[in-house]
T-cell receptor, first 120, second 112 residues
């Protein structure tokens, strides 16, 4: 299993500023993902970030707004640029890895605790 | 990606078995069915995954009929701590991972 931490856990930001969210994993992983979860809503995939290559963005999300870095196999950052109140969400990092051992081990996604962003 | 449909909410008393059914009528041959649990202010957590028939682990069971157009997550003897949102996801493994789309999920409320 993978243990994921995110910083900051929450922040309140002013309109027009940018915030960089960090995601740290306790083991080396190839695939990392960034999701957004707006209040009361489900999760929406922003982008897939593989180490050594450019992030792949989902429809509706662009690199200029959500630049991503993936410098090594245990770390990634997501920047929310030029923020507006509509960017107020929980941002989650996830990785792809093998679940806990035993007869039902399987590959699955592990999620971080999320970063709660409020834009005023 | 196969679309999933599940009840928006369910209530259950403590100690009862809870069954949450998910419809995925256009599931593809190579799709797997995965269930996640999400507590407030936390990221989703993997519960169980299956392809066909029945899968059981220490947390839950997953029942998948032969046509695979639906699946049922079964939680035995729920407690208050099982109050959470449960997501049914369907997706194919491609490029080394299962690409899925999160639906609305089912909000389970366990009542004392």
């Amino acid at each position: 299993s993978a243990v994921i931490s995110q910083k900051p856990s929450r922040d309140i930001c002013q309109r027009g500023t940018s915030l960089t969210i960090q995601c740290q994993v306790d083991s080396q992983v190839t695939m990392m993902f960034w999701y957004r979860q707006q209040p009361g809503q489900s999760l929406t995939l922003i982008a897939t970030a593989n180490q050594g290559s450019e992030a792949t963005y989902e429809s509706g999300f662009v690199i200029d707004k959500f630049p991503i870095s993936r410098p090594n196999l245990t770390f990634s950052t997501l920047t929310v640029s030029n923020m507006s109140p509509e960017d107020s969400s929980i941002y989650l990092c996830s990785v792809w890895g093998v679940s806990a051992g035993g007869p039902h081990s399987t590959d699955t996604q592990y999620f971080g605790p999320g970063t709660r962003l409020t834009v005023l | 990606l196969a679309k999933t449909t599940q009840p928006i909410s369910m209530d259950s008393y403590e100690g009862q078995e809870v069954n949450i059914t998910c419809s995925h009528n256009n599931i593809a041959t190579n799709d797997y069915i995965t269930w996640y649990q999400q507590f407030p202010s936390q990221g989703p957590r993997f519960i169980i995954q299956g392809y066909k028939t029945k899968v059981t682990n220490e947390v839950a069971s997953l029942f998948i009929p032969a046509d695979r157009k639906s699946s049922t997550l079964s939680l035995p003897r729920v407690s208050l701590s099982d109050t959470a949102v449960y997501y049914c996801l369907v997706g194919t493994y491609s490029g080394g991972y299962q690409k899925v789309t999160f639906g609305i999920g089912t909000k389970l409320q366990v009542i004392p």
